[in-house]
């Protein structure tokens, strides 16, 4: 799973 | 959130406020890069644009908001309020060197090719080596104040810890951003002279020179 739209990293 | 990603939060926000606490308590803002200061402004503002498009949860909007005005302070104290004590003479560093190719980089290798994304990709990338006008600085002055070594160790911590955070997120969630983890492990290895300084003379009392 590549996660780009959701950042919920800072 | 894992227990790493808070803990690197929590330190790079503490090395946010030993800055500014180190330049308002002495009045004077010696021996910091006013460039990597700025550089850093400048990856805050690229990469929380999404403040105002994409509400993930109050401690993440609360952090940005942190970080952005903490971060704009920190120059706003070095460029104008205490600009008498900028010791810009030290402070040579081309940051074209660093934002050019770094801004090209980020429209060639992205997640998507979107105004949005490519800042947030610009971000991480320039974030990564944001800390070299500093870097630079001292090794030219061949030395730094205690409470800046302080606040480099914090700094630098931050982003291993998250990395920590990313293998933890990778087994657990199968998550990873491959951007972030480069840029970070990247961001990291800039660091590891200093820590190794760190730990070998600040730690046991002494003030971090570097050899002639």
Known sequence: KLATAKKDEL | ?????????????????????????????????????????????????????????????????IYLVTSL?????????????????????????????????????????????????????LESVAILPQLFMISKTGEAETITSHYLFALGSYRALYIVNWVYRYYTEGFFDLIAIVAGCVQTILYCDFFYLYITKVLKGKQLKLPA
């Open chain 2, 73 to 125: 302070g920190t120059v706003y104290l070095m460029y104008f309020k205490f600009k008498a004590t900028y010791d810009s003479n030290h402070d040579t560093f081309r940051i074209e060197f660093l934002v050019v190719p770094v801004g090209g980089l980020s429209f060639l290798v992205n997640h998507d090719f979107t105004p949005l994304e490519i800042l947030w990709t610009f971000s991480i990338y």
């Open chain 2, 1 to 65: 959130m894992n227990v790493f990603r808070l803990v690197g939060d929590l330190s790079h926000l503490l090395a946010i406020i030993i800055l500014l606490l180190k330049i308002w308590k002495t009045r004077s803002c010696a021996g910091v890069s006013g460039k990597s200061q700025i550089l850093f402004s400048l990856v805050f503002i690229t990469r929380y644009l999404d403040l105002f498009t994409n509400f993930i949860s109050v401690y993440n909007s609360v952090m940005k908001i």
